[in-house]
């Protein structure tokens, strides 16, 4: 892949929790995750427009945290991804839609989602280009 990180306004990464079946799981903090859904003024990241029912604990739109780079490729860098750099929040519709939609559907998202994101994801050292990230959601060109 091709992948790099920047030095400058980056945490380092933590270390994998390896569950009984052997498996690595990166943390997360729901701290980081709270921030950025205060941060996006509890809106959809893809489209503003998109409603949600007020949800009980913070009375605000529900919405969904989603990391724009996957957690599944936290080894591939030397920062940490859980940032609100490259938290989106997302309305359930497009939460599900960017994990369960067509490769059309979700390379559109993507695009409109990266270009969005990408100064904050560099100036935090991560560095991706979009043909990897479409690669890290099982896009193919």
Not at 2 to 22: D, H, M, Y
Not at 34 to 63: G, M, N
Request: hydrophobic residues 35%.
């Amino acid at each position: 892949m091709n992948i790099k990180t920047l030095g400058g306004n980056s945490l380092p990464k933590p270390e994998p929790v390896i569950n009984t079946l052997e498996t690595k799981r990166w943390p997360r903090d729901a701290r980081v995750a709270a921030k950025a859904l205060s941060l996006s003024d509890y809106k959809c990241a893809y489209d503003e427009s998109h409603t949600s029912f007020i949800s009980k604990v913070t009375d605000k739109r529900y919405l969904e945290v989603h990391h724009l780079v996957p957690m599944m490729y936290h080894g591939d860098f030397d920062v940490s991804l859980d940032r609100t750099a490259q938290l989106l929040a997302l309305c359930p519709t497009c939460y599900r839609q960017i994990h369960h939609g067509n490769d059309e559907e979700k390379k559109k998202m993507l695009r409109k989602l990266y270009l969005d994101r990408q100064n904050e994801l560099r100036a935090v050292g991560v560095e991706v280009n979009f043909n990897t990230l479409c690669n890290m959601y099982g896009i193919e060109d």
